[in-house]
Nanobody, 127 residues
Framework: QVQLVESGGGSVQAGGSLRLSCEAS????????MGWFRQGPGKEREFVAG????????KYVDSVKGRFTISRDNGKNSVYLQMNNLRPEDTGVYYCASDRTEWAPKPPVRESEYRYWGQGTQVTVSS
């Protein structure tokens, strides 16, 4: 049984920081790119960040570049999202997801390319 479990969400003021974690089980984590997505109030879910299985390649949506950092620990089957200088527009439910394809050289950015999803963790940033 595959499980992706996010944690680390919460409420912070603008300018604050949070670190999200996602622990995976039941899949070949070290072979898969991982991604973080978010869905804000009244918005569609969007790609936030992705990291290749080897950590050699990362991608970010433009709005978080320079503020968010994705990382992973294959020994712990975990992926992380360090979020600094948070803004109210970062508010939403954050989901981690695993790539459909093993050994992909680059992390995908489209939802359809991710197979398994976590249940999400709420991030609320107040002004």
């Amino acid at each position: 049984q595959v499980q992706l479990v996010e944690s680390g969400g919460g409420s912070v003021q603008a300018g604050g920081s949070l670190r999200l974690s996602c622990e995976a089980s039941g899949l070949m984590f070290s072979r898969l790119a991982m991604g973080w997505f978010r869905q804000g109030p009244g918005k569609e879910r969007e790609f936030v960040a992705g990291i290749s299985w080897s950590r050699s390649d990362t991608k970010y949506v433009d709005s978080v570049k320079g503020r968010f950092t994705i990382s992973r620990d294959n020994g712990k089957n975990s992926v992380y999202l360090q979020m600094n200088n948070l803004r109210p527009e970062d508010t939403g439910v954050y989901y981690c997801a695993s790539d459909r394809t093993e050994w992909a050289p680059k992390p995908p950015v489209r939802e359809s390319e991710y197979r398994y999803w976590g249940q999400g963790t709420q991030v609320t940033v107040s002004s």
